[in-house]
T-cell receptor, first 112, second 116 residues
Framework: DAKTTQPPSMDCAEGRAANLPCNHSTISGNEYVYWYRQIHSQGPQYIIHGLKNNETNEMASLIITEDRKSSTLILPHATLRDTAVYYC?????????????FGSGTRLQVQP | EAGVTQSPTHLIKTRGQQATLRCSPI?????VYWYQQALGLGLQFLLW???????NRGNFPPRFSGRQFPNYSSELNVNALELEDSALYLC???????????????FGPGTRLTVT
């Protein structure tokens, strides 16, 4: 699976959009971009995934660049409850291995 | 729809003892995954079970083992406990989504194991 690079921490004001970047310059054509988050001491929560098109769901939007070498997770109106560690994971969709490889992630602190 | 459940929430054991952790996947999910998150460290993949079979394991010694039952629930057993086994153990489940096989995983709240 491709390696990802994320900033270790970010701050965001409550009510503003939080834009979390992820670099995955070695991504292959059949690898998906996944985002999870982990609120303190809880299990990770699936947020969104995409292959090459931008995706949106009730939680967030995922913007993937045309060359697929980077992506941005957007939380449109951040709340205090969005304070968490956000993980960007790149992996092949249909693989016999299936394990998720979590890096260090980005610690997002939403400020009141 | 009920999420992934795990029991117990907390478990305290002594060095050398055995620990058994349990996981019930989301209804309809056939795959169960176990991860370890030691304090200050990232999540490390432990085991993957699907349809009652162990499909893959991470870089952990054989004293970490488990099984999956016919109802797809799963047990993780840790034998000969060591102090460094103290961690949050997370279970996740996934479903074959059919056309787009992306197998996103849904996590339970975890079992915090403390070895003294």
């Amino acid at each position: 699976d491709a390696k990802t690079t994320q900033p270790p921490s970010m701050d965001c004001a409550e009510g503003r959009a939080a834009n979390l970047p992820c670099n995955h310059s070695t991504i292959s054509g059949n690898e998906y971009v996944y985002w999870y988050r982990q609120i303190h001491s809880q299990g990770p929560q699936y947020i969104i995934h995409g292959l090459k098109n931008n995706e949106t769901n009730e939680m967030a939007s995922l913007i993937i660049t045309e060359d697929r070498k980077s992506s941005t997770l957007i939380l449109p109106h951040a709340t205090l409850r969005d304070t968490a560690v956000y993980y960007c994971i790149v992996r092949v969709g249909d693989t016999g291995r299936r394990a998720l490889t979590f890096g260090s992630g980005t610690r997002l602190q939403v400020q009141p | 729809e009920a999420g992934v459940t795990q029991s117990p929430t907390h478990l305290i054991k002594t060095r050398g003892q055995q620990a058994t952790l349990r996981c019930s996947p989301i209804s309809g999910h056939t795959s169960v995954y176990w991860y370890q998150q030691a304090l200050g460290l990232g999540l490390q993949f432990l085991l993957w079970y699907d349809e009652g079979e162990e499909r893959n394991r991470g870089n952990f010694p054989p004293r970490f083992s488990g099984r999956q039952f016919p109802n797809y629930s799963s047990e993780l057993n840790v034998n000969a406990l060591e102090l460094e086994d103290s961690a949050l153990y997370l279970c996740a489940s996934s479903l074959d989504t059919g056309g787009e096989k992306t197998y996103e995983q849904y996590f339970g709240p975890g079992t915090r194991l403390t070895v003294t």
